[in-house]
């Protein structure tokens, strides 16, 4: 079988993630992690996309990770995403482990994305 090393071009790609937290370039993140084009960001998490709404132009799509599971969002989650897709900016909620994956896959083929992604 052929491998191929993935050139994430200066983007960062979730390395881990579980216990509370996640790891992104060596760097160990505990709580809620924002990841936009520049790298991480500071972010207080769910409902607040602020730091997602202020980058909007910069992805396509973001991808939302909820937790261990699919659950119920925050109130106030559905005015945010409606503000971000007012932009132009698709939203795709899934549970946090999920939306790792699907980030670090596009990440690799080059797409223009960001997460959102609560720990489990």
Known sequence: ????EVSFDGRVP???Y??????????????????????VVAWAGLPDLTP???RAGAFDVLFVGTGAALGPLPEGFAAARRAL????????IMATP???????????????VAAALMPI
């Open 1 to 4: 079988m052929r491998t191929f």
């Open 18 to 39: 579980g216990e509370g937290g996640f790891r992104v370039q060596g760097a160990v993140h505990t709580g809620p992690l924002a990841l936009v084009p520049e790298g």
């Open 52 to 54: 997602f709404l202020e």
């Open 98 to 112: 999920s939306a790792c994956r699907t980030y670090n896959v596009l990440l690799g083929e080059g797409r223009r």
């Open 85 to 92: 897709e007012a932009t132009g900016a698709g939203v795709e």
């Open 14 to 16: 979730v390395d881990s």
